[in-house]
């Protein structure tokens, strides 16, 4: 089908961020380039730019997360954005109030922005085919479908490593069946042109069809799996995932799944490990990994911020950046 | 509406599968039956004449599942709203299966939805009666009474008997008294938290799959019952290439099986998910190109024998969540016709061939001789023009559910007159 994008105005730039489906190389390596422009306000004296004043974003968590929660919540306030935070987590739908209840609510309170977690995929896509036609959704996760924030911050630290797409192997570990992390990043490498995709996981941890729905290579060992890669990354595994019929134990998942100095061998000299945090050390990898040279774990936290900023403010900044960083206004 | 006891039909293209009719003929109606068809009788005044010229006459339609939300469910629609929208649809005969509140478990609940269609007049309800007591999967209904009460066949709904020592004794009870099992086949297990199909789309969407195996390993164990037993079982909406295979193996044995197939699964795939639809939310999920092909080619080979609107209407709010969260199934029958006309279109079927499906197909599976316009049968029937063209949208529909995914979309074929008992009972209007 070929509907039009639904995160697009009708000047094709960006009004919601839900995905990184159907996004062009060049927008995102618009949202990559203006995050290297904020990359410098963190170390301003005054940590803000006035892109976004006037503006309000209301992070909008139906599922908590501390972390993703305070990267957006500090993006939108170093952009001068007010910032509203609201965990629903289950409390208010617990009362009744359907999920259309209370965006509209909110709505009401005239927001600018809704920075979206939900445990359901296709939570962010219904809030935003619902929303008021002013308001621009961010999606920070939808339950299995969808993470573009985190998809891009990866790229972004990817690049700062490796700045050419076209020449990279990449390779994702663990639970790619449950990840919206990893579904967000699959898209965005192969949209920036990544060279070759690898996919690694026992098969109850792969997706149906993985290889055919994204184009990438599925492997099942993981020192074959990271042959010759320049970017190893890492996922979360969730703890309920083990002793049940996915996964039979955290002895065994370590035993062929953790990544390793010696597994990580076989990768190139020069290749970076990243993991989207929290790790789980001495499951997903252990310390020695974890906070060996090649890991870039940290700065993707760093980055984080900057690539938000740089989302936030295409959807509902009122100026642009020059290269400093400094805001400079658009049509007056 | 026209409470004429006769009718003349005049100059309307005949088409009666069962009778391998198809030409023009005219059709006289008296007293609610088939009086003759061609020349009117000696002696025989019409009270009105229907001039069905460059339309087609052709028995009524019979659906095996539709979803009339009554008794239980009324804030989505009712017995009067629905059979208003069958009649509209050209159906003149429905079953119903037995998920309502309180569940069609007993000759009372099986009267009342019966009983209820008869007086409104519009067409004939046939309630599908539980096969366990409130669906439950655990303790058989009292069957012998249900067939009493009007029950011509038996179903789980959408909720399939886990216990497969419950399924084989029902099996058995049932055809202690011939009565034909509806079975939805799906593994609950296997298709744990699922809502769309498992395979390409699933793994893009980050949606929780329903596996093909959820519906070849429920058909499998329901065939082998089947065929222990030697009870009659019906399959109702098939949805993947593997299990409508197995169904057509098993037929070739001499198992006493059947199947159909809802419409939707014949035009619809996985691939119209995109954009997380929520009208595309559909138990049995829609699958692969490859399945539908294979449904279509086995619709065309007679192996499903029928074609199901698997009618579902919803108020407004069961669809106004995220993708997974709404209630499933969509509204469909008055996309029924002008969408089997499009089969014919498409080269799947003859027109006879697609009539034949949404009549004398279905009404076999219901054990009824009916589904066709023989002298002497009832004066159930539908006329149409086959080549008009009308866009349904949510406004236009008859039925209280409004939601589906053809809405919009340039349909061929409409209803002109449906009769019941040889009563007008829906006429186009303009």
């Known amino acids: 089908m070929n509907t039009p994008n639904p995160q697009l105005d009708a000047q094709g730039h960006l009004k919601h961020f839900l995905t990184i489906e159907g996004l062009s190389r060049e927008l995102l390596t618009e949202i ?3 995050a290297e422009g904020f990359l410098g306000v963190a170390q301003q004296a005054v940590k803000k730019v006035p892109l976004c004043r006037g503006k309000v974003v209301a992070n909008l968590f139906f599922e908590n997360s501390t972390r993703t929660r305070t990267t957006f919540e500090l993006a939108a306030k170093r952009l001068s954005a007010d910032v509203l935070n609201l965990n629903i987590s289950t409390s208010a739908t617990a009362k009744g109030e359907t999920l259309l209840d209370t965006l509209h609510n909110l709505e009401a309170m005239h927001v600018d922005m809704f920075v979206v977690r939900h445990a359901t995929s296709g939570a962010a896509h219904f ?5 008021d036609p002013h308001v621009s959704i961010i999606n920070a996760g939808d339950g299995r479908h969808s993470h573009p924030t985190q998809g891009m911050l990866d790229m972004f630290t990817i690049r700062r490593h490796k700045p050419d797409f076209a020449s990279l192997r990449v390779a994702i570990v663990g639970d790619i069946l449950h990840s919206r992390v990893a579904r967000s990043q699959i898209l965005a490498l192969t949209t920036l042109g990544v060279a070759e995709i690898r996919v690694i996981a026992p098969r109850t941890l792969l997706p149906s069809q993985v290889e055919e729905a994204f184009g990438v290579r599925a492997f099942h060992d993981l020192s074959e799996g990271v042959r010759d890669v320049d970017v190893v990354i890492m996922l979360r595994i969730q703890r309920e995932r083990m002793n049940s019929a996915l996964l039979p134990s955290e002895h065994e998942y370590f035993h062929l799944f953790g990544l390793t100095e010696k597994r990580l061998s076989g990768a190139r000299p020069d290749a970076i490990v990243m993991h989207p945090g929290p790790i789980n050390r001495g499951v997903e990898m252990d310390s ?3 906070d060996g040279p090649r890991s870039v774990i940290l700065e993707q936290v760093t980055n984080g911020i900057a690539v938000r900023m740089a989302v936030m403010s295409m959807c509902i900044g009122t100026q642009t950046l020059n290269s400093q960083g400094r805001g400079e206004f658009l049509n007056g | 509406m026209v409470n004429a006891s006769r009718i003349s039909l005049c100059n309307g ?15 006289h ?11 009117a009788p000696e002696g025989f005044r019409p009270e009105r004449t229907l001039d069905a010229r460059g339309l087609i006459v052709c028995p009524g339609f019979v659906d095996l599942c539709a979803r009339l939300r009554e008794p239980g469910h009324e804030q989505k629609a009712t017995i009067a709203s629905e059979t208003r929208a069958a009649a509209a649809s050209g159906i003149t005969m429905l079953c119903c299966p037995p998920d309502t509140l309180p569940v069609i478990d007993t000759p009372a609940v099986a009267q009342l939805v019966h009983q209820t269609a008869e007086r409104l007049g519009y067409a004939h309800v046939l309630p599908a009666g539980a096969v366990t007591q409130g669906l439950e999967g655990r303790k058989i209904t009292e069957m012998a009474a249900l067939k009493q009460a009007g029950c011509p066949v038996l179903s789980q709904a959408d909720r399939p008997i886990r216990n497969a020592q419950v399924q084989r004794r029902a099996l058995e009870y049932a055809a202690t008294f011939g009565l034909t099992v509806f079975l939805h086949p799906r593994d609950q297990d296997l298709g744990e938290g699922g809502c769309v199909h498992e395979g390409r789309m699933s793994t893009r969407l980050g949606l929780p799959g329903i596996p093909e195996a959820s519906e070849t390993v429920a058909v499998a164990r329901d065939l082998a019952l ?12 098939l949805s993947t290439a593997r299990g409508v295979a197995m169904l057509a193996e098993a ?16 035009f619809l795939t996985e691939a119209d998910l995109a954009g997380f639809d929520a009208n595309c939310h559909l138990i049995p999920p829609l699958r692969t190109l490859a399945d539908r092909d294979a449904l279509r080619a086995a619709l065309a080979r007679g192996d499903l024998a029928a074609i199901c609107s698997d009618h579902q209407p919803h108020d407004a709010d069961a669809k106004l969540a995220p993708f997974p969260e709404t209630a499933p199934g969509i509204s469909s029958l008055e996309t029924l016709l002008p969408l089997a006309l499009r089969l014919v279109a498409e080269g799947v079927l003859d027109l006879s061939g697609a009539i034949e499906r949404l009549t004398a197909g279905p009404a076999a599976i219901l054990g009824r001789n009916l589904g066709r316009l ?21 406004e236009t529909l008859v039925s209280r559910g409004h939601h589906s995914p053809f809405l919009g979309q340039e349909m061929r074929g409409r209803v002109v007159w449906t009769l019941l008992g040889g009563r007008v009972v829906f006429e186009k209007q303009g």
Do not use: K, M, N, Y
């Open chain 1, 288 to 290: 020695q990994v974890a």
């Open chain 2, 29 to 39: 109606l008296a007293e609610g039956w088939v009086l003759a068809i061609g020349d």
């Open chain 1, 127 to 131: 809030i935003a085919a619902h929303a």
């Open chain 2, 226 to 237: 089947a065929e222990q037993t030697g009870a009659r079982i019906h399959f109702r909406g």
């Open chain 2, 251 to 266: 037929r070739r044995r001499g198992v006493r099986a059947s199947g159909d197939v809802s419409l939707h699964q014949l």
């Open chain 2, 374 to 394: 023989a002298p002497g049968d009832p004066a159930d029937l539908c006329v149409f023009d086959p080549g008009e063209i009308w866009i349904p949208t949510a």
């Open chain 1, 32 to 34: 990559l380039d203006r």
């Open chain 2, 13 to 27: 293209r005949l088409i009666d599968p069962a009778s391998g009719i198809d030409r023009i003929a005219d059709l």
